[in-house]
């Protein structure tokens, strides 16, 4: 009798690869300056079951990149009348990923919760990885931050704070300061759902 596999993986029109948006932020002239860039992003929807976020760049005491993501045109965290502009402000960043002078930190931006941790073996080139995966409604079922592979964040990881996540975030904003930001920063951030396999007889 045979046994037909059927592989069911449905590709998110919401993934975005963004390090085509900017390979490469410009240099800073002063270290109170900064460059920001930003991109529509779809954070969730049905059947989309893993949230992926990657940052790659060269970390040095001084310097600072970040990734931010929420809501353009949303309330933002001060309850502010909504201003949809196509980028997001500081107040409307819900959750903020990246380094800064020396240490990695995740911010909630709601509350002003912020944890850091320390870049494992050093400064130099690193790629901080950070998997949520997302059960039904979007509801985060697992987290893990990888920084170039060793686990960094492990108590954050194992609160599962629901703020690492919201389905309606629609803008990622990108952001390099400090006069040792240069060339060769890549950023990436992609929804995508679990494969299903279908046996029929």
Known sequence: MKTLCLLL????????ALSSVRP??????????????NVPFTAWQEHLRHFTVK???NATPSNNVEMAFGTDGGTGT???PP??????SPEEC?????????AWF???????????AAPAGGCGAHEL???VRLGRGGVIDDVRFLDNGAEVFAELAALKPAWLHASGWNRLRLVGRGENVRAGERFFAQVTPDGTSVRMR
């Open 9 to 16: 993986c449905v590709l998110a029109s919401t993934a975005f």
């Open 24 to 37: 490469e932020l410009p240099s800073v002239e002063h270290l109170d300056s900064e460059t920001v860039t």
């Open 55 to 57: 940052l790659t760049f």
């Open 78 to 80: 001060t309850g502010v």
């Open 83 to 88: 201003v949809e502009d196509g980028a997001l």
């Open 94 to 102: 819900d959750l903020t990923v990246g380094w800064d002078c020396g």
């Open 106 to 116: 995740v911010a909630d931006g709601a509350t002003g919760e912020r944890a850091t």
């Open 129 to 131: 990885v950070v998997r």
